[in-house]
Nanobody, 124 residues
Framework: QVQLVESGGGLVQAGGSLRLSCAASGRIFSSYVMGWFRQAPGKEREFVVA????????YYADSVKGRFTISRDNAKNTVYLQMNSLKPEDAAVYYC?????????????????WGQGTQVTVSS
């Protein structure tokens, strides 16, 4: 079992930045691929970014490439999402998720553990 707790969401103006954190507890953090997904009202949950267990490989949705950066600190059991140049369309609830296998990282159904989500609001 892994428990995930996100933090760092909030209200920001378009063009601004936010840094989300996801703290994990439970089993060994470095055993999990970590991903971030988001869901806006009336829309399906969508993949944002993922990072391999070691942190050496990252996977980004086209919509956030060049603006968002995922990183992890396995010593602190934490994964981060640095979001720059935020746009109104980035507004959503952001969820942290964990999975054991390093494939199909963009498919949310493959993630066994989820956080409760943190709200990101971007004003235009």
């Amino acid at each position: 079992q892994v428990q995930l707790v996100e933090s760092g969401g909030g209200l920001v103006q378009a063009g601004g930045s936010l840094r989300l954190s996801c703290a994990a507890s439970g089993r060994i953090f470095s055993s999990y691929v970590m991903g971030w997904f988001r869901q806006a009202p009336g829309k399906e949950r969508e993949f944002v970014v993922a990072i391999s267990k070691s942190g050496l490989r990252t996977y980004y949705a086209d919509s956030v490439k060049g603006r968002f950066t995922i990183s992890r600190d396995n010593a602190k059991n934490t994964v981060y999402l640095q979001m720059n140049s935020l746009k109104p369309e980035d507004a959503a609830v952001y969820y942290c998720a964990a999975k054991e296998r390093d494939y199909d990282v963009a498919r949310f159904a493959g993630y066994a553990y989820w956080g409760q989500g943190t709200q990101v609001t971007v004003s235009s």
